[in-house]
């Protein structure tokens, strides 16, 4: 493997996004009519994602300011240390290879990342101190939904 494919890279975004939730998705996916609407299934309700295939919505833990890490992987990370108040994987599928985060009621992106297209594992921690809500997301190619 070469060392460029080896190469972690890191992204930092901090912004105050709509109704207490921001985006991940592939910011070239057509809309899908068919498609659920985000937070539209009942089970999504209680817990701080909504999950379809090509974008997932994070729920914050108030609607205020948001300091978002990203990190594009190469291979799996290590299991994060410490106590996160949300710690979930899901996978995304982001075939354009480029991925963006946005406000829910926005189709531009805040900041986008280059990420092997295909699938994706998405590792979203999250914690909400004196300090601010952070998230954590951790994000590295997978040979598909279920792996």
């Avoid at 996160?84 to 899901?90: A, I, L, Q, T, Y």
């Avoid at 297209?117 to 999250?126: A, N, Q, Y």
Wanted: aromatic share 10%; proline share 10%.
């Amino acid at each position: 493997m070469s060392e460029d494919a080896m190469t972690t890279v890191h992204h930092t975004l901090s912004f105050w996004p709509s109704y207490a939730q921001f985006v991940l998705y592939d910011t070239q996916a057509e809309f899908n009519p068919d498609e659920e609407p985000l937070w539209g299934r009942p089970e999504e309700e209680e817990g701080h994602l909504s999950v379809r295939p090509t974008e997932v919505s994070v729920g914050l833990f108030a609607d205020a300011e948001v300091q978002i890490e990203m990190d594009v992987y190469p291979v799996p990370p290590e299991l994060p240390k410490g106590d996160w108040d949300v710690n979930v994987e899901v996978p995304l599928l982001v075939a354009s290879g480029e991925l963006g985060i946005r406000d829910v009621v926005q189709d531009v992106p805040e900041a986008t990342a280059a990420v092997p297209p295909g699938w994706l594992r998405l590792r979203v921690l999250g914690r909400n101190t004196l300090g601010g809500q952070t998230f954590w997301v951790q994000v590295w190619p997978i040979t598909s939904p279920t792996s």
